[in-house]
């Protein structure tokens, strides 16, 4: 076991894992944040990405001693203190981005990631930005159209 | 757009109701439900593809530490077979006979998923391997090994109408060709997940994610031998379904071992496993003959189907049954022969996928259409013009076409709309670059598809509670699989107890709760259960606005009203005839691609889509549907498939089974309605989750065609075929 602290969504935590345990299972089976999603457990599909100092990374090839004293976002943290969704939780619901909801989370934090260092993306970008999300529901359109939204309001 | 206007709730682009909790992170799928003292389960599973069962010695699994049990056939108390529609041929987990490679031959259940990991390499497994048969062609030679007593041969049917081999002889065109589409995976993100919490030592309550529960309730007091109300099953959030889940083995699994244990059992599906095992799209090959007058008319149509069933029945007779009423497209023909069948073989078992077996035939009737108009020297819309079915003629089964259908609207509107974009913005002529460098076509697509289950009696059930506060609870036996079902049939039930949104509550798919109502698939649940929750919010309009419920007090039962709806649809004769579905959704997809002619890439453009599919409830969740149903499309026509080796999955995984990312998916789609009146559904509803993704590869395989003048008659048609075509 080795003991490592991760800043989680503005929290020091302090947790023992195995060396060998990732970021993605820290998250979910130790400190409950379950918003964030295991499916693919290989990079490929995108539902397990948080923010880790400022990047977009997919959770599950994180080992969580990487993280050791770094800073994660999840999307339990977009929500601001008093619970009110933040604008790009807003958006995703007006715009009919949400669909079955499992490529959400991380579809949000990839694109508060983009937002976040590019408050005016473009198109391409935002696709770009959302390549590594796969989503079977919408087809895309209406998340872009989504982020977009935020960005022009920004 | 057909009018919504007097209406309040309906035709309303209302967010959806679950929308917040899933932004939030806080909607609990299957496999996020954590429970105190709960175990984990994995899977033995075979590494053969067609092998007899001799042994299972679980001994040294069990030494493993944190193992809790080893279960086996043995171990099933109930009858070991399960299925869907009355079919019950696939063991949850194998007595003799080893029929699929990654069939479940025992159950590991731990403290942890690692120990029960672990502990699977540990159970000692003796098998026999034998001869497998990996198509049908194979599977239906007269040496071939058998996979059951009955032989290979799952399910046939046929359609017949008039007199084929006379419309042949009086043809001035006869034009044969067979296609081929592949078996592709539902791909919901979503992991296969169950848990199972034993409650006290008789009942069971069961978490899973499904497009149906009360099959699932079934299935599960007949593996444990309890009966039925010892089983509750509920389904957590579901992570898409596009008529895959549930995963019945799984379902059954869970509660078994939570039994056995008596504690709480979870287990999730790796993605190498759902990939491996779980249900599928069937790969067709489909040999269609048109006998055509020289004006452009269908006289006959021969049709010839065959279906890779896989390993156990599933829905495969009824995915047939489907595809030999629709494989003639949306058109009069008086002259049909058509066989089709499903053949059992030792790959993993397809089931429902959207579009249950229409798209394969879809893809070979709409390329036809092309060809016949090529060599008639038609237009491509024209062709479809002079055969689209209209109001009173007859399907190919017989069923006459309702009054107020638009299909005939939907080309015309087509027509106009690619008259504007030829206008604006025309193609060159078939292979010439444009000033990109790219090769450009449109291309369209028709069909029709019959909402609800095929040839039996559609029942949709539904019930309304009137809270102490006034608001509404609605309870449906269908879950949300994410398309926004609750949320279309919240606004039913707000609109006709005429109170404002979103004044009711919905609660599906909970067996303790709720009435069966049949699955969330067949493009029913809009108009099936749409027209019972109608119906119970009409009555409960009726009863409050009589006075009813005006006298209750607390500690009083809460007024309540249920309603049933059944559709006239008709079981089939033996030719296939008859009226097997209530409502048909009818529509044309033309889309735009660009063609790559150095590299063979196809790119899609743009996509214009017409149909008759009522009053639209929910604009927002319509637009949702059309899009990622063109998006599966596009997956299915261009670049999706899965790739068996003796019935091993060469594919299992997201970075070798390629999906459209964001990067594919950028052509705008622009949906329209067309006025129709025929709908049988809530206000004239009808559905649209299949019919979004149905034309949509025809419509790419004849773009490019127009594009290239390469014929494709095999999906998907990968940037390999089309850059060897171009060097042809």
């Known amino acids: 076991m080795l003991s490592i602290t991760l800043n989680v969504n503005g929290i020091s935590r302090k947790v023992d894992v195995e060396a060998t345990t990732t970021l993605l299972d820290v998250l979910r089976d130790r400190l409950g944040l379950l918003g964030t999603k295991k499916r693919c457990e290989a990079g490929d599909c995108g539902a397990c990405t948080v923010i880790l100092d400022g990047r977009a990374v997919a959770s599950c090839l994180i080992l969580a001693v990487e993280a050791d004293g770094r800073k994660v976002l999840t999307v339990e943290s977009l929500s601001n203190a008093s619970g009110e969704l933040s604008p790009l939780q807003k958006a995703f619901i007006d715009k009919g981005a949400v669909q079955c909801g499992f490529c959400t989370p991380g579809m949000l934090m990839s694109a508060k990631a983009l937002l976040d260092r590019n408050p005016h993306p473009t198109e391409d970008e935002i696709r770009e930005a959302i390549a590594g999300n796969l989503c079977r529901c919408t087809g895309y359109a209406k998340i872009v159209e989504a982020i977009m939204e935020v960005s022009r309001r920004g | ?728």
């Not at chain 2, 041929?89 to 403290?111: K, S």
């Not at chain 2, 497009?211 to 299935?219: G, I, L, N, R, Y």
Request: contains cysteine.
């Open chain 2, 1 to 728: 757009m057909a009018t919504t206007s007097t209406l309040t709730a309906v035709g309303r682009p209302f967010e959806r109701l679950d929308g917040e909790r899933k932004a939030r992170g806080q909607a609990l799928y299957a496999a996020d439900i954590e429970l105190p003292s709960m175990l984990h389960g994995r899977l033995v599973r075979s590494p053969h593809a067609h092998a007899r069962l001799l042994g299972v010695d679980p001994s040294a699994a069990l030494a493993v530490p944190g193992v809790v049990a080893v279960l086996t056939a043995k171990d099933v108390p109930g009858r070991n077979a399960v299925g869907s529609r009355g079919v019950q041929d696939q063991p949850i987990l194998v007595t003799d006979h080893v029929r699929f490679l990654g069939e479940p031959v025992a159950m590991v259940v731990a403290e942890s998923v690692a120990a029960a990991t672990q502990g699977t390499a540990k159970v000692k497994v003796d098998y026999e391997p034998l001869r497998g048969v990996f198509t049908p062609e194979e599977a239906l030679a007269p040496d071939a090994p058998a996979l059951f007593e009955r032989g290979n041969l799952c399910h046939q049917a046929r359609t017949r109408r008039g007199d084929f081999d006379a419309a042949r002889r009086q043809a001035a065109l006869v034009v044969t060709n067979v296609y081929r589409t592949p078996m592709v995976d539902h791909a919901f993100l979503e992991p296969h997940a169950a848990v199972a919490r034993p409650d006290g030592g008789d009942a069971v309550t069961v978490w899973v994610t499904a497009k149906t529960v009360h099959p699932m309730m079934d299935e599960i007091s007949r593996i444990l031998g309890w009966p039925k109300e010892k089983v509750r099953v509920i389904a957590a959030t579901v992570g898409g379904s596009f008529g895959g889940k549930p995963e019945i083995p799984l379902g059954c699994l869970v509660a078994l071992a939570a039994v056995r244990t008596g504690r709480p059992v979870k287990m999730v599906y790796t993605r190498e496993e759902t990939f491996q095992t779980s249900a599928k799209r069937h790969p067709y090959v489909v040999r269609l003959t048109h006998a055509m007058a020289a004006d452009g008319h269908i006289l006959g149509l021969h049709a010839d189907i065959t279906a890779d069933a896989g390993a156990y029945t599933t829905e495969s007779r009824a995915v047939v049954g489907r595809a030999v009423g629709h494989c003639a497209g949306p058109y009069y023909i008086p002259n049909v022969d058509v066989e089709g069948r499903a053949v059992f073989t030792n790959n993993p078992a397809p089931g429902a996928m959207r579009g249950y077996g229409v798209p394969q035939v879809a893809f070979a009737h709409e390329i036809q259409m092309d060809i016949i108009a090529a060599r008639l020297g038609l237009d491509p819309v024209e062709v479809r013009l002079r055969n689209v079915l209209k109001p009173g003629l007859p399907t190919i089964t017989g069923q006459p076409v309702l009054e107020g259908v638009g299909a005939e609207a939907c080309l015309l509107r087509i027509r106009e709309l690619l008259a504007a974009e030829d206008a604006t913005d025309p193609c060159p002529p078939q292979g010439v670059p444009d000033r990109n460098g790219e090769l450009l076509g449109w291309g369209v697509a028709t069909f029709y598809y019959g909402n609800g289950r095929t040839a039996v009696e559609d029942v949709g059930r539904a019930r309304i509670r009137r809270e102490a506060d006034g608001s509404f609870t609605l309870f449906v036996g269908v879950p949300d699989v994410g398309q926004g079902s609750d949320t279309i049939l919240a606004q039913v039930a707000c609109e006709e107890l005429r109170v404002p949104w979103p004044a009711v509550k919905v609660i599906s798919a909970d067996t303790a709760h709720t009435l069966e109502t049949g699955p969330s698939s067949a493009s029913r649940v809009t108009v099936v259960v749409g027209r019972a929750v109608q119906e119970a919010a009409r009555r409960m309009r009726e009863f409050l606005d009589s006075g009813g419920g005006a006298d209750w007090r607390p500690g009083d039962p809460l007024p309540e009203m249920a309603a049933e709806y059944r559709t006239d649809s008709t079981s089939l004769d033996k030719n296939g005839q008859g009226s097997p579905y209530g409502t048909y959704t009818y529509g044309v997809q033309a889309v735009k691609v660009g063609v790559d002619p150095r590299t063979g890439k196809v790119a899609v453009r743009k996509v214009l889509a017409a149909y008759d599919v009522g009053p639209i409830v929910n604009p927002l969740l319509f637009q949702g549907q059309v899009e990622g149903g063109v998006t599966g499309g596009v997956g299915y026509a261009l670049f999706e498939g899965i790739r068996l080796t003796e019935g091993r999955v060469a594919n299992p995984n997201f970075h070798t089974y390629l999906l459209p990312t964001a990067l594919d998916s950028t052509a705008p789609v622009l949906a329209e309605t067309v006025e129709s009146h025929d709908g049988a559904g809530p206000f004239g509803a009808k559905g649209i989750g299949e019919p979004a993704s149905i034309p949509t590869a025809p419509a790419i395989a004849n773009a490019i065609h127009r594009a290239t003048g390469g014929r494709f008659f095999e999906l998907p048609i990968t940037m390999e075929k089309v850059y060897r075509a171009l060097r042809r």
